[in-house]
């Protein structure tokens, strides 16, 4: 059955009326499981005056109130984890209990939004001069706007339209198109949750719609999360019209491995940061880099990646599940044969792997490569796929010099038993979230998501404070009463002591 997937404007979900069609497919066999008839430009200008038109109202919706809407949507999206998984699995071919976990880093976001009125404080000085006191609001912004990646249809949207919303905004999401299924349902659960008319909507398209929310002056801010270069495209283009914009981008996610880590925990630790989710993860480690007598248990990880089998969603023993679609698959080949071609040793090659029933599906198996050097493809690209890299180093001091050089500072990792390397780690390394004997690092929401260098444009990261930051404006207020002007108010017969 094919399902059309509804846009959400005005308060009106609608299959809208753009006669550019999108097919959205199951990953697993590309058999078609959605159409989208992408948004028009009336569509997605009806979209932001409806987003500013309610923005006059809710941004006078008391904070308590806006918290409710947040603790009620919380609880609905609880209620329907399950469902939101299964939903999520199906268009992204990921396990489901990877499904569950895409959801779940969603649902703490939506958790930390009730507590909108604590993040939301400003600063009160009593006497900066006599009598003078200065304080500050944080206001909102206006309307805002959010574009999504595939590979986390749940929790990044999450990231962003709860946090913008609490803080008083109205907010318009374009999700991606290869999984439009799973935000669809966040936004059906957010009207559930009481959300007011024009609070949120829903365009769904490709760059056209994305490059109408990017010139239209009633957006006020841009979060985006993506690629490289269309992070660039959009913090470029949107910062030019003169928006607030926070993109989040590719990355290349390094893991320095010391002799003295404990050699089980590296070996499963690895395996599941690089090949789960079939490396589909901004936070996948995708480069291990062994640091001397390290490199002796190169041989023991492979026999543990050989072991992991991709599979069907709904197959509990399948380790991940396949590529989004038959062009990131002709990607990651193509990197898989360069890789081959320049020089680096394939241990462990999943070009030709299938699984049984689903030939048509876009499979890799576990890829591993060694003797990988700076300069090949494999190094520099971000695959974004179930390899990894394996490189070699005579020095922590080497291996830190490597990680700094890449262009990439979303996230790493160490391995060790000593504070000290730790230590020496988390201080010199030039990236924006260290694991320490953690393989990947996402911070919970009371922090933020801080990737660094090429793998961020913009100052104020995803969720937490700096969030808010983003979200909203600071207005400085200095005000001076005057003790005698209360004599006067008092009227003339009545004293002030
Ligand atoms: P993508 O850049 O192809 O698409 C992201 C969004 O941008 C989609 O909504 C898409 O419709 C839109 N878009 C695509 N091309 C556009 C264009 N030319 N102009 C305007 N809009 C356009 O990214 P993707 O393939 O969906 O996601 C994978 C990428 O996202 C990877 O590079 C991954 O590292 C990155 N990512 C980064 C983070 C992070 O926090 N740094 C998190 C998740 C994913």
């Not at 069609?21 to 058999?31: E, G, K, R, S």
């Not at 949120?200 to 239209?216: P, S, Y």
């Not at 989004?324 to 890789?339: C, F, N, T």
Request: aromatic content about 8%.
């Amino acid at each position: 059955m094919t399902t059309q997937v509804k846009h959400y404007i005005d308060g009106e979900f609608t299959a809208g009326t753009g006669t550019s069609q999108i097919v959205v497919t199951n990953p697993a066999n590309n058999a078609t499981i959605a159409v989208i008839n992408s948004a028009t430009a009336d569509e997605v200008h009806a979209a932001i005056a409806s987003a500013k038109a309610a923005f006059k109202t809710w941004k006078e919706v008391p904070v308590s109130e806006r918290a409710r809407v947040m603790l009620r949507y919380q609880h609905l999206l609880k209620e329907h984890h399950d469902e939101l998984a299964t939903i999520l699995a199906h268009e992204t071919g990921k396990t489901f209990e990877d499904a569950k976990g895409d959801v779940w880093r969603g649902i703490e976001v939506a958790e930390h939004a009730c507590n909108i009125a604590s993040l939301l404080m400003g600063e009160t000085v009593e006497n900066v001069a006599r009598s003078i006191d200065t304080y500050s609001y944080t206001q909102p912004l206006g309307v805002c706007a959010g574009i999504t990646p595939f590979n986390f249809p749940a929790m990044i949207p999450l990231w962003m339209f709860p946090l913008a919303i609490a803080c008083g905004n109205t907010f318009i999401l374009k999700p991606s198109e290869q999984d439009p299924m799973t935000p669809q349902r966040l936004v059906e659960l957010f009207v559930e949750a009481g959300a007011p008319k024009g609070v949120l909507q829903l365009i769904h398209g490709d760059k056209t719609a994305v490059d109408i929310l990017l010139a239209d002056p009633a957006v006020k801010a841009i979060s985006f999360v993506g690629s490289v270069a269309v992070g660039q495209y959009i913090y470029k283009t949107g910062t030019d019209n003169l928006k607030r914009v926070q993109a989040f981008a590719g990355a290349k996610n390094h893991c320095v491995i010391m002799p003295d880590a404990n050699k089980q925990q590296v070996i499963n630790n690895l395996v599941g940061a690089s090949v789960g989710a079939a490396g589909q993860r901004c936070m996948a480690i995708s480069v291990a880099v062994f640091v001397g007598a390290a490199k002796e248990w190169i041989p023991e990880l492979k026999e543990a990646l050989a072991k992991v089998r991709p599979g069907l969603w709904d197959d509990k023993d399948a380790g991940y599940g396949p590529l989004i679609s038959p062009a990131a698959k002709v990607r990651v080949l193509k990197l898989i044969a360069q890789g081959k071609e320049e020089g680096a040793q394939c241990l462990l090659d999943g070009s030709d792997f299938t699984v049984a029933g689903f030939e048509s599906g876009n499979w890799v198996g576990p890829t591993m490569f060694t003797k990988v050097t700076t300069d090949m493809s494999i190094y520099k690209e971000e695959i974004f796929g179930p390899v990894l890299c394996c490189m070699e180093s005579d020095s922590l001091e080497d291996a830190i010099e490597l990680v700094n050089a890449s262009p990439y500072g979303n996230g790493t990792s160490i391995f060790t038993a000593s504070g000290a390397a730790a230590r020496k780690y988390q201080h010199e390394i030039e990236v924006g979230q260290v694991g320490i004997n953690v393989p990947i690092p996402v911070p919970l929401p009371f922090f933020s998501f801080t990737g660094w260098k090429g793998s961020f444009y913009g100052d104020q990261h995803a969720y937490g404070k700096q969030a808010v930051r983003f979200y909203t404006e600071t207005k400085t207020i200095t005000a001076r009463w005057f003790e005698s002007d209360i004599a006067v108010a008092a009227g003339p017969n009545m004293s002030i002591n």
